[in-house]
């Protein structure tokens, strides 16, 4: 059986930045992807926000690693030609009971090192956005858009650089962990099987499963899996905004917003929908049409001019929750030797937002927690 240094599940962008990062670092690598090309889970069914890391509690790895990352992402995109627009994001109160919820906001983001968002005042808000109404805000200037695909692909060039390899079509079923490295199980067309000193399990949506089908992984180390499905809805107008708009977060999601691709085209979305799917190989990501009521009301709070049946059904991604319906938020959980024993294992849980952002820095942390000190 082949024996290599480094395995990394899963072709998203997690997957190929921890990848990148392994192969840099010297390491024979091999990203398996179950199918036929990189980036079709999560990484392609995002808002493509780089987020400045205003929102997460303070010493929190989402916190950390977004604002880490979002510095990292930017020089990355000048860097490597990966398109992006650092647009600025204002993040309103549309109501005076609304006005607290900003300011501790505006605290937490200081306390994460965001040093730059400003508080504006209703007129200073109309000035920057006539077509908005708001009480107060917050402006983001080092929030972004970014094109998500190009990244993707600029990792995976930058991998093979370093003498990486990306394997499509290579479900990874099961892995038994070993003293001598682990053993992956790999079906499709031809089943065959790899042994890796260093293993990462980027599967994303399918993480818990196959942290689930790790023989030697204690059970207590494998979290219940929970979906949040997020729809998207297309602006069929021209967008009157130039900055990303975003109303007060909600219980498991950021609101319905509005962000810009760089194209220009707006996008509402997205919303939280609770599903349970039998595995994530079933989840329907088909955008309902009767969900537009819903949408219209809730970006009418803060731009009553949405026109009469301009929102167009477009897309919609699934978050990776580790809390059920109702539960805290969860903070991303990259789980490590020192928290489940086994030598060269990572199970990377619950990424969600503000994963796309973080993405290089979760990938330098999962090196230091695999790699063998030297
Ligand atoms: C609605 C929504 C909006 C978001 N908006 C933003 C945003 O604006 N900004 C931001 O920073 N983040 C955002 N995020 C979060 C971000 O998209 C994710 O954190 C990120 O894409 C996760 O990447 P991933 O590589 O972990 O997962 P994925 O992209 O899902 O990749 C996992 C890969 O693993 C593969 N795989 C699974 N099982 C196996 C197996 N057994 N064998 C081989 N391959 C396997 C899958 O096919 C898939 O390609 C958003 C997320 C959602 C859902």
Redesign the pocket.
Known sequence: MDTIDAVV????????AVGRALAQRGLETLV????DA??????????????AGIYYPPGSLKARL?VQGKAQLYAFCESHGVDYRRCGKLLVATNEAQCGKLAQIAAQARANGVDDSKPLAAAQLRALEPELRAVAGLLSPSTGIID?HGLMLALQGDMEAAGGALAVL????AIVCGTDGHVLQ?GGETPTEIRARIVVN??????P??AGVTAGLAPQHVPTAHY???S?YALTTRAPFSHLIYPMPEDA?LGVHL?LDLAGQGRF??DVEWIAPAS?ADIDYRVDPARAVGFEAEIRRYWPGLPEGALAPAY?????KLQAPGEPARDFVLQGPAEHGVRGLAN?FG?????????LAIADEVVGMVMPRR
Request: hydrophobic share 35%.
């Open positions: 599940i899963g072709a998203g962008v997690i997957g190929l398996l992807e179950r199918f990189i980036g079709t889970g999560t990484s392609s069914r995002n808002s493509e926000v780089i987020h977004c998500s290579s479900p990874v079923e790999i980027g599967a994303g949506l399918w993480a499963g196959l949040a499905k997020g998207y999601g962000t979305g997205p994530p919609s991604g699934v978050r990776p990377l990424i969600e937002s503000p994963g796309l952002t973080a993405s």
